[in-house]
């Protein structure tokens, strides 16, 4: 018995990719949660999970840069509430602006303490991949760059 290169083959799709002309009838094969393979037939036997594409077409995921989740609800629901609307927009990735003081979790103060307790909340709660960009709002913030980068793995 030969082992499966792929964990999912999505057949019969037109897929969409940059610089070509028109979507292409293409086998898509998927391996760890990644797009592992493009091609016009992939064998059924290349895969564990076989998956009818309908005929639709099927597009890259797409990246939003600049999101305000948590800015009007709270963090914990509306991580849930936006990733999901994105998802179903064909969002795979959020890139979410974040600060101290009001509406974001109102409440001022150090990131480094602040910082932590936005990543706690957001734990589990997206339906996508995110991250979080922030801004320095006073001088005190500018001071944390350094640790946020070297510690947080966060730059402003």
Do not use: C, W
């Amino acid at each position: 018995m030969t082992e499966l290169s792929l964990d999912l083959v999505i057949k019969n799709v037109r897929v969409v990719r940059p610089n070509q002309p028109a979507p292409q009838a293409l086998d898509i094969g998927i391996s760890g949660g990644k797009v592992a393979r493009l091609e016009a037939d992939i064998p059924a036997s290349d895969a564990a999970q076989i998956y009818d594409g309908g005929g639709k077409l099927a597009f890259p995921g797409l990246v939003d840069a600049h999101t305000h989740t948590g800015i009007y609800t709270p963090l914990e629901q509306d991580a849930v509430t936006e990733s999901r609307a994105a998802a179903m927009g064909g969002v795979t990735s959020m890139l979410t602006y974040f600060r101290t003081g009001q509406y974001y979790l109102n409440k001022g103060g150090a990131y480094r303490d602040f910082y932590p307790e936005v990543l706690d909340i957001s734990r589990g709660r997206y339906h996508v991949d995110y991250g979080y960009h922030l801004a320095p709002i006073s001088r005190g913030h500018i001071g944390e760059m350094e640790h946020l980068a070297t510690q947080m793995g966060k730059t402003f």
